[in-house]
C-alpha cells in the first residue's frame, strides 16, 4: 500500500477541513435563516401588539394568526359601522378571532352588542356572562349586566356593575358619572350608594367631589353630602361652600343657612360670624368673610395672637368692595362694632361699611375713621325691615388719590343685636 507523504495528507487534511467548513457555513447560514425568520415573527408580533391599539387593520396584516389583534380589528370595524348581522364580516372576524384565541374579549364584545341589537337578550346575556368571567376590565358586558339590572329593577345589582366598571375603567367614569350624579335624587339610589361609596375606592372619592360641580338641584347635593358626611366620609370645604352657595342663588336661604350651620359650628342667625378673622377659609361660603375681586386689591386673612386680622391694599383711585358676609338677620335693630388699625386717609376716602338688601337697598352706611381715632374703634347702627330677608354686610374702600392707595387692618368686626 503506498504510503502518504507529508503533502499529500496536507491535501487531503485541507479538503476534508473544507467539505466540513461548507457544511458548518451551510448549517450555520441555515440557523442564521431560521432566527431570522423568527425574529422576523417575533419582532412582527410585537409591533403588531403595539399598533393593534391605534390601528388594528395594520396590526392584523402584521400578525394575521393573532387572535386578540383580529378581535380588536372585529371591533374597531364594528364600532365605526355596526352591522348587526351574524354573517357580517364583522361577525366572521369575531367569530375567527374565538377560533385563534377563546380568552379575545373584544370579540365576545362584537358578537354580544350585535346579538342585543338583534333583541337576542338570550344570546346577549350569554356572551357578555363568559366575557365577564374572562375579565372585568371589559366595558361592553358591565354595560349590559347595568341594562339588565335596570329593566329587572335590580338597583343593588345596577349599582354592583357601576362599581366594578368604574373601577377597572376610567372610560366608564366618563360615561357613567353624569348618569349616576342625576339619579343621587333618588333616595332607593343613595341608600345603597352610600354602602359601595364606603370603600373609599378612587372612583367613589372622586363622584363624591363630582357631584357638587354638576349643576345639579343644590337641595339635593345637600342631602347627598348630608348623607356622605353621615356615613363617615370626608368633605372637601370647597364642595360645601358651593352647595351653600348654591342654594343662595336659588332663593333658598333658609336650606343654605341650615346646610351652613352643619359644618360651623356656633354660629348664630342674628350675628354676623368670626367676629375676629380667626378663619381663613380656602373656599369661603357667601356666609363666611368673603374678599372681593377688583384688580389690584390685595385681602388677606393673617394669624395673629389670640385671633387674627384683616390685612388690605387697595390701589390708588380704586374703589372696591374689600370684604363681604351675607346675613340672615331677623327684622330689628343691630349695632355694629370694631377696630382698626393703619387706616389713615382724609375724610373724604375713608372706607366705610355698608349693610344691603339682597335686592339692592342699601340700609345705611357707617364710615371708617382713620385709626389714631379713638383707638381705631367704630361703631355704627343698621335696621332691619321685615321685608328685607337676606342682607350683605360689606367693607368698601372708596378712591382715593393718595399714591399708596387705601391700606390698613380690622382687628375685629361684629354685627349684633341692639340689646345685647
Not at 84 to 92: I, K, T, Y
Not at 333 to 356: C, E, F, K, M
Not at 388 to 408: E, F, K, M, N
Amino acid at each position: 500500500m503506498p504510503v502518504r507523504g507529508p503533502r499529500s495528507r496536507r491535501t487531503g487534511s485541507r479538503r476534508h477541513s473544507a467539505a466540513r467548513s461548507r457544511r458548518e457555513w451551510l448549517g450555520r447560514t441555515a440557523l442564521a435563516l431560521g432566527l431570522l425568520a423568527g425574529g422576523y415573527v417575533s419582532v412582527a408580533h410585537a409591533l403588531a401588539n403595539v399598533v393593534a391599539q391605534s390601528d388594528p387593520k395594520t396590526a392584523a396584516l402584521l400578525a394575521p394568526h393573532d387572535g386578540r389583534i383580529l378581535a380588536e380589528l372585529a371591533w374597531d370595524e364594528f364600532s365605526a359601522a355596526p352591522d348587526p348581522a351574524p354573517d357580517s364580516r364583522q361577525a366572521r372576524l369575531a367569530e375567527r378571532a374565538l377560533m385563534k384565541n377563546a380568552t379575545a374579549t373584544q370579540a365576545l364584545n362584537v358578537l354580544g352588542v350585535q346579538a342585543q341589537l338583534r333583541s337576542q337578550d338570550a344570546r346577549a346575556n350569554q356572551v357578555f356572562d363568559y366575557a365577564v368571567t374572562l375579565s372585568r376590565r371589559e366595558l361592553p358586558p358591565q354595560m349590559w349586566n347595568i341594562e339588565a339590572a335596570v329593566a329587572r329593577g335590580d338597583i343593588d345589582g345596577a349599582l354592583h356593575n357601576y362599581d366594578v366598571a368604574m373601577r377597572t375603567s376610567e372610560k366608564a367614569r366618563t360615561i357613567f358619572f353624569p348618569i349616576l350624579a342625576s339619579a343621587v335624587a333618588e333616595p332607593l339610589v343613595r341608600r345603597p350608594l352610600m354602602t359601595i361609596l364606603s370603600d373609599q375606592s378612587d372612583w367613589a372619592r372622586r363622584f363624591i367631589r363630582y357631584v357638587p360641580s354638576r349643576k345639579l338641584d343644590p337641595q339635593v347635593v345637600a342631602t347627598f353630602l348630608d348623607e356622605v358626611e353621615a356615613a363617615g366620609l370626608p368633605v372637601h370645604d370647597a364642595d360645601r361652600a358651593a352647595v351653600v352657595r348654591g342654594l343662595m342663588d336659588a332663593g333658598l336661604g333658609e336650606r343654605a343657612w341650615a346646610y351652613y350651620r352643619s359644618f360651623r359650628s356656633g354660629v348664630r342667625r342674628d350675628h354676623s360670624r368670626d367676629a375676629d378673622f380667626e378663619l381663613d377659609a380656602a373656599a369661603p361660603a357667601p356666609f363666611d368673610w368673603r374678599p372681593g375681586n377688583a384688580a389690584g386689591l390685595s385681602v388677606g386673612i393673617l394669624p395673629e395672637a389670640g385671633g387674627g386680622l384683616l390685612d388690605f391694599s387697595v390701589p390708588p383711585s380704586t374703589r372696591a368692595t374689600i370684604v363681604r358676609q351675607a346675613q340672615l338677620l331677623p327684622p330689628g335693630a343691630y349695632r355694629l362694632n370694631g377696630h382698626s388699625s393703619g387706616v389713615d386717609q382724609p375724610a373724604r376716602s375713608h372706607p366705610y361699611w355698608t349693610l344691603a338688601c339682597n335686592d339692592g337697598r342699601e340700609l345705611g352706611r357707617i364710615d371708617l375713621p382713620n385709626s389714631a381715632t379713638e383707638s381705631g374703634t367704630f361703631s355704627g347702627r343698621f335696621d332691619v325691615p321685615a321685608n328685607c330677608p337676606v342682607q350683605l354686610l360689606s367693607l368698601v374702600a372708596r378712591a382715593s388719590d393718595r399714591v399708596s392707595g387705601v391700606s390698613g387692618q380690622i382687628r375685629d368686626a361684629e354685627l349684633v343685636p341692639v340689646n345685647e
